[in-house]
């Protein structure tokens, strides 16, 4: 399976399945529903051992902090009820 996904995504293994927990990180911070829980709650909610390490992956695959994008979300939201 390792082998398939290194070979037709150009990714390894844990930067194939980082993708998808950032993304679906990125719809949880997104969600109101979901902000009771802080960054190590959702680090722990998508497959994430440590709140650094959901920090660090999210910053390498996304570019800024789960904070900064969790910044943007908020700032998109005032943009739009003014």
């Not at 959702?42 to 390490?53: K, P, T």
């Amino acid at each position: 399976m390792s082998w398939l996904i290194n070979t037709h995504s150009q990714k390894n293994f844990n930067r194939f399945v980082n993708e998808f927990r950032i993304e679906e990180a990125k719809r949880l911070l997104s969600d109101p529903e979901f902000d009771n829980l802080n960054f190590s709650g959702i680090a722990e909610e998508i497959g994430f051992n440590s709140r650094s390490s959901f920090f660090t992956n999210f910053k390498i695959i996304e570019g800024i902090t789960p904070l900064e994008f969790k910044k943007s979300i908020a700032s998109k939201k005032n943009d739009e009820n003014t």
